[in-house]
């Protein structure tokens, strides 16, 4: 049974760049969240993914774009980026619509902007 | 939106005592899933329990879901059980449909010497 999947595992990018940072979900499972987590503390919900939509987006601005695939996949972008960006990413996903709400996460990818 | 505190912040321990993790929420909710961050930022989950009592080994959890609480218990503490302990809850929409967004709190930092 594969877990959740997260690529690539470290990042460095300059400030001002694009970066892509690709997830698979847990087998069976068609709902991909994305998190950020700054040094020192609990990760914060970005954005989620159902359907290929967007359903819910947490307090982050419009450079953080994402992308659902046909096979539940998911991508996240984050243009023109700031040293405050540094940060692991982390991806959770789920099954929807069968009333358990138990999520998963990959292993995250460490983000540095210089 | 709905708020979530973790006591303590900071615990250190010696490799065989007992400790208790408390997580309050400040609204319902239909998840709560306690994690352990390992070094590495792997979010490895501990337990699924939007209410009632599990047990997983050493690991035990509660919660008092009327009460907004909910309570992790280490029972004979090891090295390896040292690391950052995550509450995180998740709480249907306006429209009834939960598709995913975990609010967490900011976690316990777990010290076990030998």
């Known amino acids: 049974d594969a877990g959740v999947t997260q690529s690539p595992t470290h990042l460095i990018k300059t400030r001002g760049q694009q970066v892509t940072l690709r997830c698979s979900p847990k087998s069976g499972h068609d709902t991909v969240s994305w998190y950020q987590q700054a040094l020192g503390q609990g990760p914060q919900f970005i954005f989620q993914y159902y359907e290929e939509e967007e359903r819910q987006r947490g307090n982050f601005p419009d450079r953080f774009s994402g992308h659902q695939f046909p096979n539940y996949s998911s991508e996240l972008n984050v243009n023109a980026l700031l040293l405050g960006d540094s940060a692991l990413y982390l991806c959770a996903s789920r099954l929807l619509g069968d009333g358990y709400y138990e999520q998963y996460f990959g292993p995250g990818t460490r983000l540095t902007v210089t | 939106g709905i708020q979530v505190e973790q006591s303590p912040p900071d615990l250190i321990l010696q490799e065989g005592a007992n400790s208790t993790l408390r997580c309050n929420f400040s609204?319902?909710?239909?998840?709560l899933q306690w994690f352990h961050q390992n070094p590495w930022g792997q979010l490895i989950n501990l337990f699924y329990?939007?209410?009632g009592t599990k047990q997983n080994g050493r690991l035990s959890a509660t919660t008092v879901a009327t009460e907004r609480y909910s309570l992790l218990y280490i029972s004979s503490s090891q090295t390896t059980d040292s690391g950052v302990y995550f509450c995180a809850v998740g709480s249907a929409n306006a429209g009834g449909t939960s598709y995913g967004k975990l609010t967490f709190g900011q976690g316990t930092i777990l010290t076990v010497h030998p």
């Open positions: 329990i939007p209410s």
């Open positions: 609204d319902s909710v239909n998840n």
